[in-house]
């Protein structure tokens, strides 16, 4: 587990979230203006910049508290023993503060009203499976890298893949119900109806249980210290693993280890 005191967690936590919904808001509103009427360009321009931008904010908050932004990424990771219980509902609040804060930044920083509430309906049911999709895929890169060895590569893996699921699924890929809270507040190209979030974050529960359910069967024996690691090693406030854990990006398992 993590040495950092859980005050510096906490705050890692609230200022990840906000810069990544700053973020998100941002470039979406940006992009509504540099690219108007264009909606497959302008959600290019948004997945580019928040699939960058996650990247530096986990490389950034990352060492103190893992960088997860994301309450279903915290309690997979309680589930797996890598985060006490306690600390993931702490990390809950500061999660959804954070993002609801960035979403307000966004809107000041283009000169709009601090809150906009969204009045973009996206509750589907082919939303409800892209959610699950999206969170689903989402939990399973970060465990995966974890469990092979590879934590070091997940601020680019996760950026990665989240620039990607903006185009294959229909909902642009939430997969994070703190992002899905903080969107209500802005009324622009990324946010999202107030109705339309409870089937969002249904679905993004749904998508991490079933990611907690295949992680086991995939990886088995998935431990608390390498669970501890996600989404990169921050441990005693970020010092570095011990030896046999990520030597370099792309290092096999020591030997004898089960995959």
């Known amino acids: 587990m993590t040495g950092a005191a859980l005050w510096r967690r906490l705050l890692a936590e609230l200022l990840g979230s906000m810069f990544l919904a700053a973020v998100v808001v941002g470039a979406g509103i940006a992009a509504q203006r540099l690219s108007p009427g264009d909606t497959g360009l302008e959600l290019l321009e948004d997945a580019a910049a928040t699939a960058a931008g996650l990247f530096a904010i986990i490389l950034m908050f990352g060492p103190v508290s893992g960088g997860h932004f994301n309450p ?49 309906h996206r509750a589907t049911p082919a939303h409800f499976l892209s959610e699950v999709i999206a969170t ?16 070091r590569s997940a601020p680019a893996a996760v950026g990665a893949y989240i620039g990607a699921a903006y185009f294959f699924t229909s909902s642009t890929s939430f997969a994070n119900p703190a992002i899905t809270l903080g969107r209500m507040f802005s009324a622009t190209f990324a946010g999202i ?25 995939l990886y088995a024996g998935v431990t608390p210290a390498e669970a501890a690691d996600i989404i990169v090693p921050h441990r005693s406030g970020g010092a570095e693993p011990t030896v046999g854990r990520a030597a370099g990006d792309g290092a096999s398992p020591p030997a004898g280890r089960p995959v």
Not at 136 to 151: D, E, H, K
Not at 198 to 209: E, K, L, N, S, T
């Open 72 to 120: 279903v990424v915290s309690f997979a990771d309680a589930a797996f023993g890598g985060l006490g219980w306690r600390d993931a509902v702490a990390y809950l609040p500061a999660q959804v503060a954070g993002c609801i804060a960035g979403a307000v930044l966004a809107n000041l920083m283009f000169a709009q009203a601090a809150v906009s509430i969204s009045a973009k």
């Open 136 to 151: 689903a895929g989402l939990v399973l890169v970060i465990f995966a890298l974890a469990r092979s060895g590879r934590s």
């Open 193 to 217: 109806a107030p109705a339309s979030a409870p089937a969002f974050i249904a679905a993004q529960v749904v998508g991490g249980a079933l990611a907690v359910a295949v992680s086991r069967a």
